[in-house]
């Protein structure tokens, strides 16, 4: 767990990748995605590096419980609530997942094609 000196995403957390930071507590930080997807196209992100869903001891429950509120609390800040948006985390090759570091993908802003 910790950090990942090779991840983009643990260099973000740490500042030395700069980014927008719309959000920071203890678990997640939120960030726009660099290439998005929708109008709305934000990531939660932990602080703490961890990869698997399968592999989370129960402690980082709480971790991933936070994100999805806070992923919740985006959308209605960016006034999409009543419009409707999508939560997406990727897991592995067949999902398309390029950041092998957990995070929850917001999508909102028009209508989202099926998925699949
Ligand atoms: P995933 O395919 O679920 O691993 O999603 C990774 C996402 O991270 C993609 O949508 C990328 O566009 C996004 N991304 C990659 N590098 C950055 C970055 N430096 N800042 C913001 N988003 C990024």
Redesign the pocket.
């Known amino acids: 767990m910790g950090s990942d000196h090779d991840c983009?995403f643990c260099l973000?957390v740490s500042g030395h990748?700069s980014?927008e930071i719309l959000y920071r507590d203890d678990h997640c930080i939120v960030?726009?995605?660099?290439?998005p997807?929708a109008p709305v196209h934000l990531?939660v992100i932990p602080t703490q590096h961890f990869t698997e869903l399968t592999s989370l001891q129960s402690e980082l429950y709480q971790v991933v419980g936070s994100m999805i509120c806070r992923a919740g609390r985006m959308a209605r800040d960016a006034q999409v609530e009543e419009s409707g948006y999508r939560l997406v985390i990727?897991q592995g090759m067949d999902s398309?997942?390029?950041?092998d570091h957990l995070?929850v993908?917001l999508l909102a802003g028009r209508p989202l094609r099926a998925m699949g």
């Open positions: 983009v973000i990748i980014s960030i726009k995605d660099i290439a997807k990531l990727n398309g997942q390029e950041i995070h993908h």
